[in-house]
């Protein structure tokens, strides 16, 4: 079966400390994103990825990092200036083009600790 | 700058009801809007997909109009189940957004009572 798989499903982070959030798909899908979800706050966009080693900067990057290394694969990295990280981050793909919809994982949650 | 709004923020019904939920949006240059389902806890499933050239789509009970010119979208759940409960969010794709991104809309918390 295609799809995107997320891992972690449970983070847990201390103080100063980066954790990486693992996303593949197998959709042969050229684009990639991430998002955050808070409560109350809908989804805001970190990074995008459209082709391998490109990316740009969502609405709200400052704090975090990627890489698009292969098609499959887009990590996120929260590094310890993400001031606020605890969230459920949700990765995406598509097909390139504004004719296709996005396809989602199951998401991690990452808290804090 | 495109704002997506849901509103009610939350809806409860009973069983057998029709659901209609509603998505507003201030930039009518879209490329197309999605509604997604979200259940707690979990990733978004999409629903459908509408282009900027369709007025509607329909899945099983489900069905989804877009009235470009007026920003707004409505997705209509027919005979609703307890199954049913879940948050809806849409979504649209801006023609002057790059990379293709959406812009989320906050959500509509579900809940069909038995």
């Known amino acids: 079966d295609g799809g995107i798989t997320q891992s972690p499903k449970y983070l847990f982070r201390k103080e100063g400390q980066n954790v990486t959030l693992s996303c593949e798909q197998n959709?042969?899908?050229?684009?990639m994103y991430w998002y955050r979800q808070d409560p109350g706050q809908g989804l805001r966009l970190i990074y995008y990825s459209q082709i391998v080693n490109d990316f740009q900067k969502g609405d709200i990057a400052e704090g975090y990092s990627v890489s698009r290394e292969k098609k499959e694969s887009f990590p996120l990295t929260v590094t310890s200036a993400q001031k606020n990280p605890t969230a459920f981050y949700l990765c995406?793909?598509?097909?390139?083009?504004?004719?296709?919809?996005?396809?989602f994982g199951s998401g991690t949650r990452l808290t804090v600790v | 700058k495109q704002e997506v709004t849901q509103i009610p923020a939350a809806l409860s019904v009973p069983e057998g009801e029709n659901l209609v939920l509603n998505c507003s949006f201030t930039d009518s240059a879209i490329y197309n809007l999605q509604w997604f389902r979200q259940d707690p806890g979990k990733g978004l499933t999409s629903l459908l997909l509408i282009q900027s050239s369709q007025r509607e789509q329909t899945s099983g009970r489900l069905n989804a109009s877009l009235d470009k010119s007026s920003g707004r979208s409505t997705l209509y759940i027919a005979a609703s189940q307890p199954g049913d409960s879940a948050t809806y969010l849409c979504?649209?794709?801006?023609?002057?957004?790059?990379?293709?991104?959406?812009?989320f809309g906050g959500g509509t918390r579900v809940l069909v009572k038995p």
């Open positions: 959709l042969n899908h050229d684009a």
């Open positions: 979504a649209v794709m801006r023609i002057k957004a790059a990379g293709n991104k959406l812009t």
């Open positions: 995406a793909s598509s097909l390139q083009g504004p004719n296709y919809g996005y396809t």
